[in-house]
Every structure is written in C-alpha cells, then in structure tokens.
C-alpha cells in the first residue's frame, strides 16, 4: 500500500518513527515533512498534502501527526471524502478502520511513544472496513441523514 504521512514540528519524531516503521512493514510511504522539527511549522499546511493524497487517490491511506492530534484531525475532517480518526489504543485504530471506514490515522507526538504508536499503525493498516451497517453510517457523514450536505467543502 501507499501511504502519505505529515506532522507539524510538535511530531516531526514520531512522523520519523512511523516512516521508518511503515517502510520496514513492506508500504511505501510518501513523507510529506517537515523535513525537521527545528522550524515551527502549522498543522493545516501539512493535513492539506496528506488529505489531497488521499482524496485523489494517490494513496491509499494518510497518516497524520502533531502535539496532540487534535489540529491535525480537525483540518484533516474539513475534506470531503476524508475520515481522520485520532487514535490514542490500537483498538481505537481497529475500529476507527472497521467500522468508521477512517483512511486518516492521526497521532499525537506528545501523547504517545514510538513503541504505542507502532501498535497503532499495524492496527490501523491491518483491519479493513465492515460495510453494511457502518457503510449506511459513513455515507450519512457525506451526504446528512436527509440527503443535504452537512458541510460546505
Ligand atoms: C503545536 O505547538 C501544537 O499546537 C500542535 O502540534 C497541535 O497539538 C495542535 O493541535
């Protein structure tokens, strides 16, 4: 698989770890940066290179990173057709993937340490979407209950 992966300065050592990790499990991995932590940098320019990756195709999942996870999921959720699930336990991954169909895993450098956040990458990347019931759930998060957009983008 194909996977396209950014933080801000606050994880660019995690981002570096998840890299590394992603590559060693046999994915290719499109680095989106920053290419270091010195320079403070802000999420929204980092989820915008991952979420258009995503949302054309061009990968097949992005993961995202920073201090928390919380700026990087919501920029992340502002792109149609983008599911960003920040995961804190690979159980969290787990059904982030089956049951939300999320293809944004976000992680907060802060948050965790390498060793979880490996775990929750192979979790992420090794469970797959349910459908059925869930699809029904996930097509409601594009379109409203009703068929109406919920959000303008
Ligand atoms: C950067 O200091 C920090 O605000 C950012 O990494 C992130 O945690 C925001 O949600």
Redesign the pocket.
């Known amino acids: 698989m194909k996977i396209a992966v950014a933080s801000?300065?606050?994880?660019y050592q995690l981002k570096d770890f998840v890299v590394n990790y992603i590559r060693e499990k046999g994915h290719s991995v499109v680095d989106f940066g920053p290419e270091s932590g010195e320079r403070?940098v802000d999420?929204p320019d980092y989820a915008d290179k991952v979420c258009k990756s995503v949302t054309t195709g061009d990968s097949d999942f992005g993961v995202l990173l920073?201090?928390?996870?919380?700026?990087?999921s919501?920029a992340a959720n502002k792109y149609r057709g983008v599911r960003a699930a920040l995961c804190l336990f690979p159980e969290m991954a787990e059904l982030a993937r089956r049951h939300n169909h999320a293809n944004v895993l976000v992680l907060?450098?802060?948050l965790i340490g390498s060793e979880l956040a490996g775990w929750i990458v192979e979790a992420f990347l090794a469970s797959t979407e349910e459908g059925g019931r869930h699809q029904v759930r996930v097509d409601k998060l594009e379109t409203g209950p009703s068929g109406d957009r919920v959000n303008g983008n």
Do not use: F, P, V
């Open positions: 801000d300065h606050a994880a403070s999420y920073c201090g928390t996870g919380i700026g990087m919501i907060g450098g802060r």
